[in-house]
């Protein structure tokens, strides 16, 4: 017990107990820890101190929540014993015959709250982050989450926390009355035994009287009908189950203790489902891709960084940096760049929660405007932001080449240029990788990580660990024409086009695609991504896999000569307004017919990933899955386009290829490379 669990009494007769989990970076709930637990309160039971202050040991934060890896390990009567263990420890914790206070920094979440809200009271540092997330792994929460937090900050914002997933930053949740008091961390421990002395939290009576007007069953009703229409644009049921049967069991039973019983059978549901199995699955992709990633500092060795162009990807790569610690100068040759950049920086600092550096300089400060270029002489990462061509990328480096430190990293953003080509520019073609960021920068998760034959290894793992850094999910990849997103998602929008060739509503293709459940359907994408770069994309990689990428369809160059390269522009496939696409209606009343449209945009998508797959254009299935789900939007439900061909079976795939081959053509061959996800 000790090793996970200490208790030290105060002279104020107060435990303190913490939790550090061994061998672990942050604190998770299993059986071991749940176990322990267990001890740790018949002794808080037989002897009750003065009070009670629950708190992590780790540095990391409070608790991230129930080992999901291990979740998924049990078998189905195995969880249920486990849950309702899980409950019964929470529920001991709540009814503690002394005052109890929940100290709480960086991350809470999912059984980590479910725990503090056991608490009579919270307390949070300021770089707190809270919430239940379960709804995103195709769970809900299994703990007495679910009525215990609306019992505490009411039904409304209760149920938008939980379905929607998302975390609220410590002032939002001092805000919402999830936490008592946010402090610094020099005043976290006087907080928590002040705490103690207030008892539990008690709500206003005009803040009583709304939550119980909401706890009836026609306000629920009501309510609930609201939130169903509102989750399903976003979670359709029959992709995103789990949110939708969190509402079923509030309206149902409220706030009542019956929601407890209805909570544990809904959890074990949705545990089983294929669709929680994949969402964890794609948490678990997240997660290894950046442990494998991390570094700390000194490995790293990365704390300036010199980012040469200043357009859009630039400013948003240099924006993102300074926002998480760096040092960052940006170049460009046109000054009136260099202020739209610092402009766009502005915005997002705005926007965003800076990460403190070690000198505790707000991120305006790190974001250093530098029309020289001097910067890169004291660089340790350098990162060109230049359009896709190669002379002008080549140039670049043999003139900054010769000033950089000798340790110092070379990075390019491309696309669809061989780093072996850029790499003939320098005299040190070892410190050259690829830093492939997606568009737009702030929000894409992915940076795929490309290293040439001549790349060294620490330079392949410092450049994964300064995308880790700086928020990003890292994958790996061989340096391979179109790396794998690019790769793998030009079948997909060249797919697209042909359709509009054939006389398809642009519309339908997006409604088909969407149905299957890609974030955003191929049309859109293109458009967003720019048919100008979409267009140079798909020629170049026509160059080396000419069968894959078949003939380019002549609608994208027609489309932006008449009407523009996409949002950008205000016009492309579609037309842009406040830079959403005015899309037409369509009848989608035809499911077969939706259906054959997807299978035609999606299994060219997941044959060019087994062909990645068997070149080892990527390190394994795992990295494949990942890439396409946090870079082009597949749909994350379906555990990743490989995982998809094995969850629809290989045959099928193969003979639906086939079949698409004989009445298209050559482009819908079957890769070799399916036969291997057979095994």
Not at 449 to 465: I, Y
Not at 505 to 519: C, K, S, V
Request: charged residues 30%.
């Amino acid at each position: 017990m000790a090793d996970i669990w200490s208790v030290d009494i105060d002279d104020e007769a107060v435990a303190w107990l913490g939790l550090d989990v061994p061998d672990r970076s942050v604190n998770t709930l299993d059986r071991k820890v749940m176990t322990a637990f267990g001890e740790v309160l018949t002794s808080l039971e037989a002897d009750p101190p003065k009070g009670l202050v629950l708190r992590s040991r780790k540095d990391a934060g409070f608790m991230a929540g129930a080992d999901v890896k291990a979740l998924g390990e049990l078998q189905p009567d195995a969880l249920r014993e486990l849950i309702e263990e899980g409950k019964a420890l929470i529920g001991r914790l709540a009814a503690l015959d002394c005052p109890t206070a929940a100290m709480i920094h960086g991350h809470c979440m999912g059984g980590g709250l479910e725990i503090a809200l056991a608490c009579d009271r919270r307390v949070a540092r300021a770089d707190t982050s809270i919430g239940l997330p379960e709804t995103r792994l195709g769970l809900i929460p299994g703990l007495g989450g679910v009525r215990r937090l609306i019992a505490l900050i009411g039904p409304a914002e209760a149920m938008k926390m939980m379905l929607t997933g998302k975390a609220a930053n410590a002032p939002q949740a001092k805000s919402l009355g999830l936490v008592d008091e946010v402090v610094e961390d020099r005043h976290l421990a006087t907080a928590a035994r002040h705490a103690l002395k207030n008892g539990a939290h008690r709500s206003g009576a005009l803040e009583t009287l709304k939550k119980g007007a909401m706890d009836t069953a026609p306000g629920r009703a009501v309510l609930a009908s609201q939130m169903r229409r509102q989750t399903a644009d976003k979670a359709p049921p029959e992709h995103y189950p789990a949110p939708h049967r969190l509402i079923d069991i509030w309206e149902a039973h409220g706030a009542s203790d019956k929601l407890d019983a209805a909570e544990t059978e809904a959890f074990l549901e949705l545990a089983a489902t294929d669709v929680s199995k994949n969402l964890r699955r794609v948490f678990l992709l997240m997660e290894d891709a950046k442990s494998r990633a991390r570094l700390d500092a000194e490995e790293m060795r990365i704390a300036r960084v010199h980012v040469t162009g200043a357009g859009a990807m630039g400013a948003d790569i240099a924006s993102l940096a300074a926002l998480k610690g760096f040092e960052i100068t940006i170049m460009d040759m046109e000054p009136d760049q260099i202020g739209s950049a610092m402009k766009r920086a502005a915005r997002l600092f705005d926007a965003k929660d800076a990460q403190t550096s070690p000198d505790h300089r707000p991120p305006q400060d790190r974001f250093i405007p530098d029309p020289g270029g001097l910067g890169v002489k004291g660089a340790d990462l350098m990162i060109e932001a230049l359009p896709e061509k190669l002379d002008a990328k080549t140039s670049l480096f043999k003139d900054v080449e010769p000033w950089m430190k000798a340790d110092a990293i070379i990075a390019t953003n491309t696309s669809s240029l061989l780093l072996g080509d850029i790499g003939q520019a320098l005299t040190d073609p070892s410190r050259l990788v690829a830093l492939h960021f997606f568009n737009p920068a702030t929000k894409m998760p992915l940076v795929e990580v490309a290293c040439g034959e001549a790349t060294s290894d620490e330079t392949r793992k410092r450049a994964m660990a300064f995308a880790e850094a700086i928020g990003k999910i890292p994958v790996a990849c061989r340096d391979s024409a179109g790396f794998i997103v690019n790769r793998a998602l030009t079948p997909y929008l060249l797919e697209a086009a042909r359709m509009m060739e054939e006389g398809v509503e642009p519309a339908l293709i997006d409604a088909a695609a969407e149905r299957f459940g890609m974030a955003q359907g191929p049309v859109e994408v293109a458009d967003t991504v720019g048919l100008d770069i979409a267009l140079d994309v798909a020629e170049q990689l026509k160059k080396t896999f000419p069968r894959e990428v078949g003939a380019i369809p002549s609608v994208i160059g027609r489309t932006i000569r008449k009407n523009g390269t996409g949002r950008k522009d205000g016009q492309g496939f579609y037309e842009y307004e406040d830079g959403d696409a005015k899309k037409p209606g369509v009848d989608e009343d035809d499911p077969d017919r939706l259906d054959a449209l997807a299978d035609r945009l999606i299994l060219p998508l997941v044959n060019t990933c087994a062909a990645c797959l068997r070149e080892d254009v990527a390190e394994s299935e795992e990295d494949i899955d990942a890439a396409l789900i946090f870079g082009a939007g597949f749909a994350p439900f379906r555990g990743g386009p490989l995982a998809y061909v094995r969850r629809r079976g290989v045959d099928d795939v193969i003979a639906a290829l086939e079949r698409l081959k004989d009445q298209h053509g050559e482009r819908f061959t079957p890769d070799e490379g399916l036969q291997a996800l057979k095994t």
